[in-house]
């Protein structure tokens, strides 16, 4: 199967890197726990007319003409994410991520309001409060931290920031955390102190609807999340929401309704997406996040989404009996984020992570709680199982693994050992072809 017919002929420079890509995906251990190989049904998605098309606005009420079959795609995204999530109302048009979060930011606070946020060292977002993200930028973020003998949340210390700070609204959710989220002690927090609950579950949807971690829909006042990752979808992001905004009167009282109507949190999210933020949806992209939440919605993915942690805890458990620190000393999902201090690497996560590149293991540098170096030099790296579990490989295969993590770092990245690791790597991933049918193996 070729997909690539037409661009080899009309642009082969870029059929070249794309075929090289490919080669680099197919070849190398992709451990980067927010990447995935999403489905060939994804790709074919995103690749069609759809993106001929122009829609501002929701289903039925669009500003151009020619989109009732964009409605249609539009709304069987929106049935199957609720179905999916078990969510009141979802807004499936945010272009990615960032602006999913920033859309809520706009939605529910005015600029210079105050918001509890995860610190980004500790394993926190840069939407959640980052100095040089708009979200510190434009608001006031009271930054909460993990315990620094644990390494995990203490929501007791939580608690009782959020009665001394009186936030607006309480971020939850992780990037570089590997411990499971207590939300429904979040929302507890945030409804005694009048504050919303942002749950960000980009990381770790996948696991959520397939049953390997709880879910924050119960309880949250809204929830993002990123539709690639652990959802293996395309690049883009959904909002949920609870359909009635319960502190109206208090954050909102200048926004009226009918009378006797409970004013729409729901209502909020969209005018803030469109046309607070954007303008007219990736339709593709929105026809891609269907099929893949068709993909999740069968049986076999609650199956796919343990293994992602059967996968982390077992890739742990080998980096630990080879005498590597975890932060945290494990995982509870899809992530590790190794602690290169022990190994006098303060500051190394950038050079061993090019070291581990040439060994055709993926990973990212990644800052460490407390971290004594910068997050441009950092002391840690991140690992993650999403990617891996997508093509196949279990529990044995995380031997493997982590042998060569182990070897690269204990060599503090001597290129030579960087070289035998990566021929290992090699014959591994000849087991577990990408895309059959489109292979470039041989």
């Known amino acids: 199967m070729n997909l690539m017919n037409d661009l080899a002929n009309s642009d082969p420079e870029v059929a070249d890197m794309l075929l090289r890509e490919l080669k680099r995906q197919e070849e190398g251990i992709e451990l980067i726990p927010s990447e995935n190989y999403t489905y060939r049904s994804v790709l074919q998605a995103m690749g069609s007319v759809l993106t001929n098309k122009y829609s501002e606005g929701y289903p039925k009420k669009r500003y ?180 009635e905004d319960r502190l109206h009167e208090i954050h909102h009282p200048e926004k009226k309704t009918k009378a006797g109507e409970p004013f729409s949190l729901a209502r909020l999210i969209d005018s803030a997406v469109f046309p607070g933020l954007q303008g007219g949806p990736h339709d593709h992209s929105t026809a891609a996040r269907a099929v893949a939440f068709a993909e999740a919605l069968k049986p076999e993915f609650k199956d796919y989404a343990k293994q992602i942690v059967k996968n982390a805890k077992a890739l742990a458990e080998e980096l630990m009996a080879l005498d590597t620190k975890l932060v945290t000393n494990g995982t509870d999902n899809h992530l590790i984020l190794i602690d290169l201090r022990p190994e006098d690497l303060i500051g190394k996560g950038g050079p061993i992570q090019n070291a581990l590149d040439e060994a055709g293991i993926t990973v990212n540098k990644n ?66 072809p990408l895309y059959p049918g489109l292979s470039i193996l041989k």
């Open 64 to 243: 151009y003409g020619g989109n009732e079959i964009v409605d249609e795609v539009e709304i069987l995204a929106i049935e199957r994410a609720k179905k999916l999530f078990g969510c009141e109302h979802v807004n499936v048009q945010p272009y990615s991520g960032s602006p999913a979060n920033q859309a809520v930011f706009f939605a529910l606070l005015s600029l210079k309001d105050k918001f509890l946020g995860f610190s980004l060292t500790s394993g926190g977002h840069l939407t959640h409060g980052s100095h040089v993200n708009f979200s510190g930028k434009n608001y006031v973020c009271i930054s909460y931290d993990v315990d620094k003998e644990t390494e995990m949340l203490d929501m007791a210390v939580i608690h009782e920031l959020a009665k001394k700070e009186k936030p607006k609204m309480v971020i939850s959710g992780l990037t570089a955390y590997p411990r499971k989220i207590d939300f429904k002690a979040f929302q507890e927090i945030a409804e005694e102190v009048d504050a919303y609950q942002l749950a960000d579950i980009s990381h770790i949807s996948g696991l959520v609807v397939g049953g390997a971690h709880s879910s924050p829909v119960p309880y949250a006042d809204v929830v993002t999340t990123t539709t690639h990752k652990s959802l293996r979808g395309p690049r883009g992001a959904i909002i949920m929401s609870k359909m």
């Open 367 to 432: 800052t460490v709680p407390y971290e004594p170096s910068s997050p441009f030099h950092p002391s840690g790296l991140r690992l993650g199982t999403p990617a891996i579990t997508s093509r196949g490989m279990k529990e044995s295969e995380m031997k493997v693994i982590a042998e060569g993590i182990s070897k690269v770092i204990k060599s503090k990245g001597d290129a030579e050992v960087s070289e035998k690791v990566r021929e290992n790597i090699l014959e591994l991933t000849k087991q577990f």
